[in-house]
């Protein structure tokens, strides 16, 4: 049987994306994303987020229009973001061709897992290369080697089969070589089959010990693998 295209998958799923991320792992994740992303500069400035889905960001954090900017492929999810948030600009495109002039933004961020669903993943770094501006920052969440059994995953609640791309830190280092200050970790590993028997304040208080002490030096074993770099001059 041939898979379904990431486009397919998420106008179908669009309507019960949402309730299938509501468990206390998944706010601890949000929460530790968006306090880091807040920290580190990634939402100042012209920010585009690539693969918005059904509007997390905006959710979490109040960015004006002139300053959050979202890029999706599935209308339904799209349909969803608008819903929530008609002032802002949701476009409709493909992270590997995006509909963007070089050197439009300050940020380019894209979250839990939508880089992996990119169907040509060297085109994808290059048009993020392509649409920052010097000196420009990026931060991309992408599925590890672990995620595509995660029980929570989606896609697997709904035994879909998954087109997306699980990758291990080295490959994802490689595709982002020209990149400048590159930093790789990983976000969430065995809080989350704790998660089931104990409480949230300590899944909570496991995932920062586990973020503190192993992601930088394990990415490969956490379901997410993130990382963020600069744009500069000389990557050019
Ligand atoms: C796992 S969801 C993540 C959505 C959102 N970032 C979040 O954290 O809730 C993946 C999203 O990537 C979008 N997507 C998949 N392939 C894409 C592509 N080639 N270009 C743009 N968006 C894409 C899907 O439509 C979906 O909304």
Redesign the pocket.
């Given at each position: 049987m041939s898979k379904e295209t990431?486009?397919l998958i998420?106008n179908r799923l669009s309507k019960v994306?949402d309730e299938c991320?509501n468990e206390p792992i998944h706010t601890i994740e949000n929460d530790f994303v968006f306090k880091y992303l807040l920290d580190n500069g990634f939402l100042e400035g012209k920010v585009l987020?690539?693969?918005?889905?059904?509007g997390?960001v905006l959710e979490n954090i109040d960015l004006s229009p002139e300053n959050y900017f979202g890029?999706?492929?599935?209308e339904s999810?799209l349909e969803i973001s608008k819903s929530k948030f008609p002032k802002h600009f949701f476009f409709k495109?493909?992270?590997?061709n995006m509909p963007f002039e070089d050197n439009s933004f300050d940020s380019v961020i894209?979250?839990?897992?939508?880089f992996s669903?990119?169907?040509n993943h060297s085109k994808t770094v290059q048009e993020i290369e392509r649409v920052l501006k010097t000196n420009g920052k990026f931060f991309v969440m992408i599925y590890g080697r672990k995620y595509s059994s995660r029980e929570s995953y989606?896609l697997n609640k709904f035994n879909i089969t998954s087109p997306a791309t699980f990758f291990n830190h080295k490959e994802i280092k490689s595709l982002f070589s020209r990149f400048n200050k590159k930093k790789i970790f990983g976000i969430t590993w065995f809080s989350d089959s704790l998660s089931k028997y104990i409480s949230p304040r300590f899944i909570k208080f496991i995932f920062n010990l586990e973020h503190r002490l192993f992601s930088s030096f394990f990415p490969d074993n956490f379901y997410f693998i993130t990382i963020s770099g600069q744009k500069n001059a000389k990557t050019l």
């Open positions: 990431p486009k998420y994306y991320y987020d690539v693969g918005s889905g059904t997390i890029l999706d492929i599935s999810m495109g493909n992270m590997s894209s979250l839990f897992g939508s669903y990119s169907l989606i």
